[in-house]
């Protein structure tokens, strides 16, 4: 290849056109994370999950910013990654890195890709309309946890330049890293009463011993 010809395609490697030895083709590094509240009834604060998804070749790491939590844990699997926790009572700060001792996990919030996830968005879940929409989060990651007092504001993403941001591995041969873009979706629900519960699970037993007794009178009718 002539120096000309090298010097562009370095070029074009570097604005993304031409993709980098094991990255993924055709992909700009995009993140979201949703911050979801479970409420409990009447208002009596409530527990809180954070979950990532990403696309190309997986999370590298990310900032997390939440005011109006009173605990805070990280919940991402110790083979995936670590970090910290920060602040209490009014919010918190979490910082999350994604191991780079090999085998490097590349694929981590990919949804579909290398990483299993079992996580399957919640039922009832209503996203606030103050917030980005990003969809569905079934197949991302888990990142942390925690609780929330009642008497006061939900928790919700600090505002301004911090809230989320993240990091992301550029290919699958190094750890070479990149800051992407990032969603911040807020979703929340309801949580039974869990006399209501009971209530719904005797409907159910009742439902189903009278079509038992209903279909046993008309075998006998035959």
Do not use: C
């Not at 991402?76 to 979490?94: D, K, Q, R, T």
Request: charged content about 10%; hydrophobic content about 40%.
């Amino acid at each position: 290849m002539t120096a000309r010809g090298l010097s562009l395609t370095v070029l074009l490697t570097a604005v993304g056109l031409i993709a980098a030895p094991g990255a993924a083709v055709g992909q700009s590094l995009f993140s979201a994370f949703s911050l979801d509240l479970f409420v409990n009834p009447n208002g009596s604060g409530g527990s809180w999950q954070i979950v990532g998804k990403t696309t190309s070749v997986g999370f590298a790491g990310m900032d997390l910013s939440l005011g109006n939590t009173e605990t805070a844990t990280i919940v991402i699997p110790a083979e995936l990654g670590s970090g910290a926790v920060s602040g209490v009572g009014f919010g918190h700060y979490i910082s999350i890195n994604i191991n780079t001792t090999p085998p490097v996990p590349y694929g981590v919030g990919v949804i579909g890709g290398p990483i299993p996830s079992s996580y399957v968005d919640p039922p009832g879940l209503q996203t606030s309309a103050a917030w980005d929409n990003a969809g569905s989060f079934t197949g991302g990651v888990v990142l942390a946890e925690g609780t929330y007092l009642s008497g006061g504001p939900s928790p919700s993403w600090s505002t301004g330049a911090g809230g989320a941001s993240s990091r992301m591995f550029l290919n699958t041969t190094s750890t070479d890293m990149g800051t992407a873009r990032a969603l911040k979706q807020l979703r929340y629900v309801v949580v039974p009463e869990p006399a209501s519960a009971s209530l719904a699970g005797m409907a159910i037993v009742g439902i189903l011993a009278a079509s038992q007794r209903r279909l046993a009178r008309s075998r006998s009718e035959r």
